[in-house]
């Protein structure tokens, strides 16, 4: 069922596209044209004058020569001598060498990274995941619950100040009043 309707859906987009190419000329003859006729008429035609002409047949078989030829790394293959690719080797000893040491050095890790702890390590994302999840949340309660401690410090020094200031003025009018009696005050 369902290659049937890529089939009816292929066919219809045929017939958009042949109706784009050919617009009336192709129904005002009272029949239609269809494209991929043409194109295998022209395919056709044209194997035919390939085959009958000597030229053409020596030039495909020469296609694969001449895509080499074609290949921008042809003309570094003719250009650069086997010396100087030796040198170019040679130049880069210390980098290959460091890189092939490396190379062993993972494949004697290999194991490790085939342990099963690597192989869990998306089910441990995803854990993780919620715990991040779960410590951006407390990080914003703490924030919040922050912000609240400070403002209650704010108030908490406020009313220090002002019960200070108040005593201090209490203090000053009873040195005043002791004063003007006579009193000495206690040290």
């Keep these: 069922m369902d290659k049937k309707l890529e089939a009816d859906n292929l066919e219809m987009r045929i017939e958009a596209l042949e109706s784009r190419i050919y617009g009336d000329r192709g129904r005002r003859s009272g029949k239609t044209v ?4 043409s194109l ?20 495909h078989k020469k296609i ?3 895509l080499k030829y074609l290949d921008p790394q042809f003309t570094d293959h ?4 086997d010396t100087m690719k030796l040198e170019f080797i040679l130049a880069e000893e210390e980098f290959l ?6 190379l062993v050095q993972v494949s004697s890790l290999q194991p490790l990274l ?5 192989r869990d390590v998306p089910e441990h994302a995803t854990k993780l995941q919620r715990l991040s999840q779960i410590h951006i949340r407390e990080q914003d309660q703490m924030e919040t619950q922050s ?4 403002k209650v410090f704010e108030e ?11 005593f201090t003025q209490w203090d000053e009018t009873l040195r005043k009043l002791e004063e003007a009696k006579g009193i000495r005050p206690v040290e």
């Design 34 to 37: 269809k494209c991929a006729e």
């Design 40 to 59: 295998s008429r022209i395919q056709a035609g044209l194997s035919n004058t390939a085959n009958k002409r000597e030229r053409v047949k020596i030039l």
């Design 64 to 66: 694969e020569d001449l």
């Design 78 to 81: 003719i250009t650069v001598p």
């Design 97 to 102: 060498l460091s890189q092939a040491a490396l």
């Design 114 to 118: 085939d342990s099963t702890y690597i």
């Design 147 to 150: 912000q609240e401690v400070k």
């Design 156 to 166: 908490y020094n406020k009313m220090m100040f002002l019960l200070s200031k108040q």
